[in-house]
């Protein structure tokens, strides 16, 4: 969303920008939009697999802002806005001359008798005058009260009419109508992009039943705790990042997946082939790492797939070989060594979630997924190729980018209930949350109240080291204004640092601390 929303901003800027350069020439207006679709139609075909028709939004979006600036600034609508001038410069020297006033003499005379000024000296319009006539003074050229216009300060700048209410309602309406057009073929485009007969595939794939199972949920791995995360997180509710404006959209019959690069034995594998291999499925807990402390960007969910060590040891991994370079089919990039790929763990080729085909934007049909790894070096969706590489050789998409080259998740904590800056009323209140360090596991969660002694919360059962735990404590609540912070220490005995860092280039750290008011 936060990538929607920039990019929606510096359209906008851009478009602002190319507006105010066409009122002064509209040839550089049309420039700058060319020069807008030009850039669209290159970034549309490098994408990768893009055809021909991958150019046809931009070329379109191009010829109707085109269309719009001229409609905006020089169609028929904008010259139709005013009505008639009045008078400019260039009139003005036909405006007729007043016979100037009688000369004084030394001896009185009798004034003559006032002659009116022929049709061809006075407008109709204008009343007669002279200067003995009882109805005023002269109307003198130049003058504020003067109902004769003078000079302007600027005699090159036009002087419009009144503005004629009809074509003004005609223009506007033009102007809405274009700007509705725009508005319902982005948005419309967009919806059938994500739909155009992925969801029919989807819904007809049938996932085998795996090889391993997951282990069954033990009892009391949910805590009854209003407002506590479930431990196992639903797919709508299930976080996602990605750089992707609009969701890829992969045909699984037309899907396959490169093992290639430094590798004896290079693979090719088919959505079919890959079905066809014994799977896993595993509870494993993903974490991003632009989660902030007490952050909302991680999920527990239960995934069905294809063990990644075993593929990666038939491809052969040669000698320096240390990072395995995931791409999507958006060109998207991460690296993840290799050792940690083949160490056993549960890293696979996820094709299920939560019993059901990867949702689309979760990457269907095909993602990684890789236990105690943050997702931006591991959690490649919709994957089409593996490339054996070195760290040395290559940089992933984020590394360029100042984050670091490895990401293995740090121990953290949260507090779900109570909420923050939330009044409670004295007595007992349950502090409960989630605590997580995945591939390592928690042996135990600890909180604070103010600057009091750390206690032990008790712990809910889990399926393995490779999920958050949930955790209670109960809390005798006092009148007053108080903070609570919760830490976490891992199965090897290492406490969760209070060390206070922001989440580039590898993850954030510190305690949760959350402000309440007790009554």
């Known amino acids: 969303m936060a990538l929607l929303i920039g990019t929606a901003v510096l359209l906008g800027g851009f478009a602002a920008l190319v507006g105010l350069v066409a009122v002064r020439s509209l040839r550089l207006g049309y420039a700058g939009i060319g020069l807008f679709g030009v850039l669209g139609v290159a970034a549309a075909l490098t994408r990768p697999g893009a055809g021909p028709t991958a150019a046809l939004p931009s070329l379109i979006g191009a010829a109707l802002a085109a269309w719009l600036l001229r409609l905006l600034l020089a169609g028929p609508l904008g010259t139709s806005l005013v009505g008639p001038p009045l008078p400019g410069p260039a009139d003005r020297s036909a405006t007729p001359q007043l016979p100037p006033p009688p000369q004084a003499s030394s001896s009185p005379q009798l004034p003559p008798s006032p002659q009116p000024p022929s049709s061809s000296q006075l407008p109709s319009a204008l009343p007669s005058a002279s200067p003995s006539s009882p109805a005023g003074p002269v ?27 009809v074509a003004r309602r005609r223009f506007l309406t033009g102007v809405g109508a ?45 805590l009854a705790v209003p407002q506590l995360a479930p431990y196992v997180t639903p797919n709508r509710n299930f976080y996602r990042i990605d750089t992707a404006l609009v969701v890829p959209q992969v045909d699984p019959e037309q899907w396959r997946l490169r093992i290639h690069g430094r590798v004896r034995n290079p693979i090719t594998l088919s959505y079919a082939d890959l079905l066809a291999r014994p799977m896993i499925e595993r509870h494993i807990t993903l974490a991003c790492v632009s989660n902030e402390v007490g952050g909302e960007l991680i999920g527990n969910a239960r995934w069905l797939g294809v063990p990644l060590g075993p593929l990666l040891a038939e491809a052969g991994p040669l000698d320096g070989a240390d990072q395995v370079v995931a791409r999507a089919v958006d060109g998207w990039t991460c690296g993840s060594p290799t050792s940690v790929l083949t160490d056993g763990r549960d890293a696979m080729l996820a094709v299920g979630m939560n019993g059901v085909p990867l949702p689309i934007e979760h990457g269907f049909p095909v993602r990684v997924v890789v236990p105690g790894l943050y997702g931006y070096v591991s959690a490649c969706k919709w994957i089409v190729e593996l490339e054996l590489t070195s760290f040395a050789d290559f940089d992933a998409y984020w590394v360029p980018r100042g984050w670091a080259a490895q990401g293995p998740i740090k121990t953290q904590s949260r507090i779900d209930t109570p909420r923050a800056r939330r009044t409670l009323a004295a007595g007992p209140v349950t502090v409960a949350g989630v605590a997580w360090a995945q591939h390592v596991g928690i042996r135990g969660v600890e909180v604070r109240v103010d600057d009091g002694d750390w206690e032990p919360a008790t712990l809910a059962p889990t399926v393995g080291a490779d999920t958050w735990v949930q955790w209670s404590w109960q809390w005798a609540a006092t009148s007053g204004e108080h903070t609570l912070r919760v830490r976490a220490t891992d199965a090897t005995g290492a406490v969760q640092t209070g060390q206070a860092r922001r989440i580039d280039p590898d993850g954030a750290t510190g305690w949760h601390t959350v402000p309440v008011t007790v009554n």
């Open 139 to 165: 109307p003198v050229p130049g003058r504020v009260d003067s109902p004769v216009p003078g000079p302007v300060e600027n005699p090159a700048a036009p002087v419009f009419g009144p503005v004629d209410p």
């Open 178 to 222: 274009a700007l509705g057009v725009a508005a319902v073929a982005g948005f419309g485009g967009r919806w059938l992009s994500t739909r155009r007969g992925v969801s029919a595939a989807r819904a007809a794939i049938e996932l085998p039943v795996p090889a391993s199972p997951a282990p069954p949920l033990p009892a009391g791995v949910e």
